[in-house]
């Protein structure tokens, strides 16, 4: 598969926009954002997210114990463009404070998923990093997303989603 096709296919493909945080052995914080968020199991808990190889924060994460998972509100779009930036002190604004299993966190956020580390998956130039979800926090808060490589707002249609739910029912197997 040529790359710039999986590329612009996987862009078409929304996904929700997360900033991964985790403090190393000395207590330094980590950071960085990703899009590559989802559920795993419920029984046990957990989760997945992934990280490039080649970024800077990838040994700091596959040494830690564990992660929290904070799922953007749709105004905090330029946190997750700090912590995407490399070569920065992507914690120097002060928006982060301490949050489930004493990790740096948004309070602000839409969704928090604090997670021990369950395992580490080589997925070529990726590790997926497999949380246990240890505790969660959830607000009213609308998630930001990303789709198209640009940050957008789920739609949200009350009568159009009351529609789609029936059409489902009539269309089950």
């Not at 862009?11 to 590559?36: E, H, N, Y």
């Not at 419920?42 to 080649?54: A, E, F, I, R």
């Not at 997926?128 to 739609?155: H, K, Q």
Request: with cysteine; proline share 5%.
């Amino acid at each position: 598969m040529e790359r710039s096709l999986l590329t612009r296919t996987m862009a078409r493909v929304p996904g929700p926009v997360t900033v991964v945080t985790t403090l190393d052995a000395d207590g330094k914080p980590w950071g960085f954002t990703a899009s590559s968020f989802s559920s795993v199991s419920l029984d046990p808990p957990l989760v997945s997210v992934c990280l490039d190889k080649g970024a800077s924060t990838h040994a700091a994460f596959t040494t830690a114990r564990h992660f929290l998972i904070n799922v953007l509100a749709e105004e905090q779009h330029t946190v997750a463009r700090r912590f995407a930036t490399s070569g920065i002190d992507r914690f120097a604004a002060g928006d982060m404070e301490t949050c489930e299993l004493g990790l740096p966190g948004l309070h602000h956020t839409s969704v928090r998923v604090a997670c021990s580390m369950h395992s580490i998956v080589d997925a070529g130039d990726h590790s997926i990093l497999i949380g246990r979800v240890e505790e969660a926090f959830t607000s009213d808060r609308t998630p930001l997303v990303y789709y198209n490589r640009s940050f957008a707002r789920p739609a949200s249609n009350p009568d159009r989603a009351e529609q789609d739910i029936r059409a489902s029912h009539i269309a089950d197997w």
